[in-house]
């Protein structure tokens, strides 16, 4: 079975690795890597379509018709020419020059990197919504290094695990890619757990989306993989819009909308500034607003801003140059405007905006007394690659309920994450669903709380049963089942089988009602972890010394076989033998003085 989680790793420290024997920059980098992702991803996908298509291929003349473009639309899969596909550009000769390869202009093609550009050019034309997108600079990269990348991607594992490993796989690059580059102050990538919160908040079950600050689309992916979770085809319940001024990262949503199946309508450039347009005319059109906005932007031209309109409070303060001197309350004014009569928006905002004075204080007021703002989190420092400083997550809800209608859910989950490393804390998938469960209270939702709940009591009994079959409990087990106990010294006796015993009668009682019901006990599951851990030093000593002594022998007083062990060995190297057996099972090596004859 292949460990997804170690496949991702693999794939960035082989291609880190290249970069790094490189002159290139991270920045440099990450597009053209991406675009392979996406093209290995496009393979994939054509390739067991075009599986499927054949199933049912009619026969002319003793021969299967080939597939073509038109099959694939109706299975919303790219239909990839030859010279696009994956298999095809890895199994290309070294020396390209000599190939006599022609582009789709007809000119002769001299490196590898003209040969990826081309098979972008190609997959871009087979999608209108691709068209420009794909990154087509190889040339930067030598042939050796291009030949290198595409290997990696070429990596057996990637097909065997199916599913959507290769979107895992391309928002894993991505988020490697974010600590390493401030692109546009490193809004182009929101933490994934925040995203997932504001996801799991919201629960969109069909209807209009924007994001009009989308920058490399998470939130788009995240709710596609919410809807198809439930059970819908995100493709068919959801649209998907955006808006994002910079091109760069309007490129990478795109690619990552793709690589996960998704289609939408994302603008860029100037036309996409949400400052100064509405670039789809959405005002009071949409069923969830969900976004990242930069935080604390200042001279937006507030003459210019006003003529956009969607601004139901009026405009924030603005300074003697006719500016507003921060653009929070302009994006918050944003997003409660894009919703239509029940709609939902969640977004993530600068904490200093809970509390700003002047007239941003007047718009607060006035969103608090319209009965739609639902809930508030406080989140910690450290959430973002970029930015050290803390946020808060906002909700509206212009649906809400006449009993919630002049309440707000505050959150204070400034104290509640789990440390990645020195610069950064995210939430785990457990305290993602804690932190929800308390929202469903809220809004009186007891039946996803009940769900919630046993899916804890099995998860717990899970991690339960895996305790019960510990290495270290089984190898104490044989032991006691399977020695001649008359040759163990009382000593060792007094050690071993009161660990047995207390084990046994521990392990038992690992249940989720201590970790519901017993708020003194919230951390039993690891006290008992660390027990058990305890245990080892001592089953460790009391082993060693009993093969110091005797060998060991089945209940049927038949030897106890070794591997690899000559017929005559040892006494020495039997024992040697059989301690290392048991040293490989309790995963310690503490057998280190005794020497083979």
């Not at 990450?30 to 379509?49: D, E, H, W």
Request: aromatic share 10%.
């Amino acid at each position: 079975m292949v460990n997804i989680r170690k496949l991702e790793s693999d794939l960035w420290e082989s291609a880190d690795l290249l970069r790094a024997g490189s002159k290139l920059t991270s920045n440099q980098y990450c597009m053209p890597v991406l675009g392979l992702i996406f093209l290995r991803y496009a393979y994939s996908r054509f390739k067991l379509v075009e599986k499927e298509i054949l199933k049912n291929r009619p026969v002319r003349g003793g021969r299967v018709l080939p597939v073509e473009a038109s099959d694939f639309v109706s299975k919303s899969a790219l239909f990839l020419p030859r010279e696009a596909q994956y298999e095809y550009l890895v199994n290309l000769p070294t020396d390209i020059a000599s190939a006599g390869l022609n582009n789709q202009s007809g000119h002769t093609m001299n490196s590898l990197g003209e040969v990826v550009n081309n098979a972008m050019e190609l997959v871009e034309a087979q999608s209108e919504q691709l068209t420009g997108v794909l990154p087509k600079d190889y040339t930067i990269f030598s042939d050796e290094l291009l030949a290198e990348l595409l290997r990696i991607f070429n990596n057996s594992a990637l097909d065997e695990v199916g599913g959507d490993v290769i979107g895992r796989i391309y928002e894993y690059f991505l988020n490697k890619f974010a600590k390493n580059i401030a692109q546009d102050d490193g809004v182009f990538f929101t933490p994934k757990s925040l995203v997932k919160m504001i996801v799991n908040i919201l629960e969109p079950q069909g209807g209009m989306l924007l994001d009009p600050a989308c920058g490399s689309g998470g939130m788009f992916v995240q709710t596609g993989d919410f809807v198809n979770a439930a059970g819908m085809e995100a493709n068919s319940a959801m649209t998907f819009y955006g808006q994002e001024k910079v091109e760069y990262n309007a490129q990478l949503c795109l690619m990552n909308m793709a690589v996960h199946g998704l289609n939408g309508i994302i603008k860029s450039g100037d036309e996409a500034n949400t400052f100064y347009h509405d670039a789809h005319n959405l005002d009071g059109c949409c069923d969830y607003v969900m976004a990242n906005p930069p935080f604390n932007v200042d001279k937006v031209n507030s003459e210019s801003a006003q003529s956009a309109g969607r601004l139901p409070f009026g405009l924030p303060s603005v300074n003697k140059a006719k500016e507003v001197g921060n653009a929070n309350y302009l994006w918050i004014s944003y997003f409660y405007s894009y919703l239509n009569e029940r709609g939902r928006a969640g977004f993530v905002m600068a904490s200093s905006a809970t509390d700003s004075s002047g007239k941003d204080k007047d718009i607060r007021q006035r969103l608090v007394e319209s009965g739609h703002v639902d809930v508030m989190v406080s989140v910690g420092n450290n959430f973002f690659y970029t930015k050290s400083l803390p946020c808060s997550l906002w909700f509206f809800d212009k649906g809400k309920p006449e009993t919630l209608r002049d309440k707000v859910l505050f959150i204070d989950a400034r104290n509640y994450y789990t440390v990645v490393d020195r610069t950064l804390n995210e939430w785990s998938e457990w305290q993602l669903k804690n932190l929800n469960a308390i929202v469903w209270l809220y809004r009186n939702q007891t039946a996803k709380y009940a769900m919630l709940i046993d899916h804890y009591e099995h998860s717990l009994n899970s991690c339960a049963l895996k305790l019960q079959e510990s290495e270290l409990l089984f190898v104490i087990r044989f032991l006691l089942d399977e020695t001649h106990w008359s040759e163990v010294s009382i000593e060792n006796r007094s050690t071993l089988i009161p660990l047995c015993d207390s084990i046994e009668k521990e392990l038992p009682q690992i249940h989720w009602y201590n970790l519901v019901e017993n708020q003194a006990q919230v951390k039993y599951l690891e006290q008992l972890k660390q027990t058990i851990e305890k245990f080892k030093p001592l089953a460790i000593d009391a082993l060693k010394s009993v093969y110091d002594n005797f060998f060991l022998f089945s209940s049927s007083n038949d030897a106890y076989e070794v591997p690899k062990l000559k017929k005559n060995a040892s006494a020495s190297s039997k024992k040697r033998a059989n301690y290392d057996v048991i040293c490989k099972i309790c995963r310690a090596d503490v057998y280190t003085d005794t020497k083979e004859e």
